[in-house]
């Protein structure tokens, strides 16, 4: 006689294996599997992510996606507005291949201003890796193509151009290039700085510490501007401009350090604590051996976190620097350097798509903002994602 199996008893349904959510299959990852894990399920974190990516792949290969090279004048083409990518023809018909018109030069009956106007008469279409007039060496590599541009003699003006004939889109890109490296770089050195220091400070203890830890008040206690102004204004004024650039590098990251510092020192006197590190000081393991494979391992996935949120603040410490004409200067260029070129009210009246450094900044500032949010929240066991 068949019994009646218990309501309770019946199988529920089970989930796809390729599917992975839950504790079971997150508990089968490992610790770094694990933050790519919980990393990919923060859509805010990966879409800065995404947005990052994007922009250093615009950036880093300049003299590829630009259109022009760096200080190339066009000297009939001064203060032209933003040229728009159409796809309707001027007897309405629709294009499958985008196209600018022409340009021709009028004046404004009242003020006299130079104007340029769309000239339908003359349609260039973009062309995809279109032959430059100048050859151009990246990686070893000599070539003299562009990835996004027009046939001569028409010109592609994607955001405008200056008051010297200059691409506004190909500046954007050689700066951002120097911009975003240096908050890469100077980060790197900070998180070196404030990894070793925090260490020794929180292992050592004692005098050390005392004395590391009133340093990094001493420091961080001066305002940021005034002070790097004071180191900038030390830097030769004979230096190239890749002095400079090195210079201000060393500069904003020999003061961002002393936040990191002093949490990896938290970090380190906590984990100390730790069984597994009393289990190594027992068994006769060296400083070397407990700092290297336990306490540095234990505050690695912080000192990330740290170094992505701190990029923001190097990237706007140059901008600001650079604004203020004591960072880089001509013929390098950055988004401080294209800034101050647009902080005079007429430019803002008259030319408005000089101010176009800031979106570009601000996508940066808020990507790494986002990575930065998205890696905390995943290195954060108790952050319930």
Same mark, same amino acid.
């Given at each position: 006689?068949?019994?009646?199996?218990?309501?309770?008893?019946?199988?529920?349904?089970?989930?796809?294996?390729?599917?992975?959510?839950?504790?079971?299959?997150?508990?089968?990852?490992?610790?770094?599997?694990?933050?790519?894990?919980?990393?990919?399920?923060?859509?805010?974190?990966?879409?800065?992510?995404?947005?990052?990516?994007?922009?250093?792949?615009?950036?880093?290969?300049?003299?590829?996606?630009?259109?022009?090279?760096?200080?190339?004048?066009?000297?009939?083409?001064?203060?032209?507005?933003?040229?728009?990518?159409?796809?309707?023809?001027?007897?309405?018909?629709?294009?499958?291949?985008?196209?600018?018109?022409?340009?021709?030069?009028?004046?404004?009956?009242?003020?006299?201003?130079?104007?340029?106007?769309?000239?339908?008469?003359?349609?260039?279409?973009?062309?995809?890796?279109?032959?430059?007039?100048?050859?151009?060496?990246?990686?070893?590599?000599?070539?003299?193509?562009?990835?996004?541009?027009?046939?001569?003699?028409?010109?592609?003006?994607?955001?405008?151009?200056?008051?010297?004939?200059? $691409?506004?889109?190909? =500046?954007?890109?050689?700066?951002?290039? *120097? %911009?975003?490296?240096?908050?890469?770089?100077?980060? &790197? @050195? #900070?998180?070196?700085?404030?990894?070793?220091?925090?260490?020794?400070?929180?292992?050592?203890?004692?005098?050390? $510490?005392?004395?590391? =830890?009133?340093?990094?008040?001493?420091? *961080? %206690?001066?305002?940021?501007?005034?002070?790097?102004? &004071? @180191? #900038?204004?030390?830097?030769?004024?004979?230096?190239?401009?890749?002095?400079?650039?090195?210079?201000?590098?060393?500069?904003?990251?020999?003061?961002?350090?002393?936040?990191?510092?002093?949490?990896?020192?938290?970090?380190?006197?906590?984990?100390?604590?730790?069984?597994?590190?009393?289990?190594?000081?027992?068994?006769?393991?060296?400083?070397?051996?407990?700092?290297?494979?336990?306490?540095?391992?234990?505050?690695?996935?912080?000192?990330?976190?740290?170094?992505?949120?701190?990029?923001?603040?190097?990237?706007?410490?140059?901008?600001?620097?650079?604004?203020?004409?004591?960072?880089?200067?001509?013929?390098?260029?950055?988004?401080?350097?294209?800034?101050?070129?647009?902080?005079?009210?007429?430019?803002?009246?008259?030319?408005?798509?000089?101010?176009?450094?800031?979106?570009?900044?601000?996508?940066?500032?808020?990507?790494?903002?986002?990575?930065?949010?998205?890696?905390?929240?995943?290195?954060?066991?108790?952050?319930?994602?």
């Amino acid at each position: 006689m068949a019994h009646p199996e218990p309501a309770n008893s019946r199988a529920e349904p089970t989930e796809d294996a390729h599917a992975p959510s839950g504790r079971q299959e997150a508990a089968a990852y490992s610790y770094w599997g694990l933050i790519w894990w919980r990393f990919k399920r923060n859509r805010i974190g990966v879409v800065g992510g995404i947005a990052l990516l994007l922009l250093y792949a615009l950036v880093l290969p300049a003299e590829l996606t630009a259109p022009y090279p760096l200080n190339e004048r066009h000297t009939g083409f001064l203060d032209v507005p933003p040229q728009f990518i159409r796809f309707i023809k001027p007897d309405g018909r629709f294009s499958l291949r985008p196209f600018v018109y022409g340009l021709k030069q009028e004046r404004d009956p009242e003020t006299l201003r130079r104007l340029y106007v769309p000239n339908e008469d003359e349609i260039y279409p973009l062309v995809l890796f279109v032959q430059g007039e100048e050859s151009w060496t990246f990686l070893g590599l000599t070539w003299d193509r562009h990835l996004l541009g027009v046939e001569s003699p028409g010109k592609l003006f994607l955001l405008g151009t200056d008051t010297q004939g200059r $691409d506004l889109f190909s =500046q954007l890109l050689y700066g951002g290039r *120097i %911009s975003l490296t240096v908050g890469l770089v100077g980060v &790197a @050195l #900070s998180l070196v700085l404030g990894g070793i220091v925090g260490l020794i400070s929180g292992y050592l203890g004692g005098i050390v $510490d005392d004395l590391i =830890q009133r340093g990094i008040e001493v420091m *961080i %206690s001066f305002p940021s501007i005034p002070l790097w102004i &004071a @180191l #900038s204004a030390a830097i030769p004024a004979e230096w190239n401009s890749i002095q400079v650039f090195f210079g201000i590098t060393v500069i904003l990251s020999s003061i961002g350090w002393g936040g990191l510092a002093r949490v990896v020192r938290g970090m380190t006197l906590s984990l100390q604590n730790e069984d597994y590190v009393k289990a190594g000081r027992i068994n006769g393991a060296t400083t070397w051996w407990i700092v290297t494979r336990h306490l540095f391992p234990g505050t690695l996935s912080y000192m990330i976190v740290a170094a992505t949120l701190a990029i923001p603040g190097m990237i706007l410490g140059e901008t600001a620097l650079s604004f203020l004409g004591l960072g880089i200067q001509p013929p390098m260029v950055s988004w401080g350097v294209l800034l101050k070129q647009a902080q005079d009210i007429t430019v803002l009246a008259h030319k408005p798509w000089l101010i176009a450094p800031v979106f570009f900044l601000t996508v940066a500032v808020l990507s790494f903002n986002f990575l930065g949010d998205g890696l905390r929240d995943a290195a954060d066991p108790f952050s319930g994602q």
